[in-house]
């Protein structure tokens, strides 16, 4: 399937933003999508250091602790008068991030040619999608977790209609956000809670009955950052 030829260049709507337009602005961004954290200008110009959990939590950044490479895809969904984003509810067996909401994804493995490649082998092998109905219009920043993934993000354009297959292992659901939605700055919050004795703090995006948070929440508000929305 030829993804270039599914979109229009005045493509739906977004949050204001067209198709194009996200595009454009991805385009934008510093290759590879490494951004500086904005915890501390001094720090961050001293360290180069990426975007992560630890831009609201200073002490989860180790600059001598190895990082174990990763990507996962941001499918926007291009229906005709909207854009959404697809998101994964994690099964609750799970040994790491139970029951979470994430993008699909994973470690890269030493076959993918790049991030994109397996950003896209992911997303087919957790929810079925076809890479060639993906069309893949850049990177956002790349994302550090308290956990030692360094985290590319990959963000792809899909045309509806989606007939996913999802893997009953990994993936209790698959589900779509309007774009909108993340692009109101209003509806970010920061929360807290206390882990190991110490609290730490983290985004999130309360969306009806569902908790859009930690490392998918701050790739998130990433996003929402290169679309300027805030």
Not at 87 to 106: K, Y
Request: glycine letters at 10%; zero cysteines; a negative charge.
């Amino acid at each position: 399937m030829e993804s270039e030829h599914l979109f229009p260049l005045g493509g739906p709507v977004g949050g204001g933003l067209t198709v194009e337009a996200i595009a454009q602005r991805l385009a934008a961004q510093p290759a590879p999508g490494r951004r500086r954290s904005p915890r501390s200008p001094a720090e961050s110009a001293a360290l180069e250091l990426p975007r992560g959990d630890h831009d609201l939590n200073p002490d989860f950044f180790d600059p001598e602790r190895p990082l174990t490479p990763a990507a996962v895809l941001v499918p926007i969904v291009a229906h005709e008068d909207d854009l959404t984003v697809l998101l994964t509810q994690r099964t609750d067996h799970l040994h790491d991030h139970a029951g979470q909401i994430s993008f699909p994804g994973g470690r890269v493995d030493p076959g993918d040619a790049d991030a994109e490649a397996a950003a896209l082998r992911e997303a087919g092998e957790e929810v079925g999608l076809d890479p060639g109905q993906v069309r893949v219009i850049g990177r956002i920043d790349t994302y550090v977790t308290r956990t030692g993934f360094e985290v590319t993000p990959v963000v792809g354009l899909v045309p509806p209609p989606l007939d996913l297959t999802l893997d009953a292992f990994e993936v209790a659901e698959a589900f779509e956000v309007p774009l909108a939605f993340f692009l109101a700055a209003g509806n970010r919050q920061r929360h807290s809670r206390v882990y190991q004795g110490r609290e730490r703090h983290f985004f999130a995006y309360p969306y009806g009955n569902r908790f859009i948070w930690g490392a998918t929440a701050g790739m998130l508000s990433n996003l929402a950052e290169v679309l300027g929305a805030r």
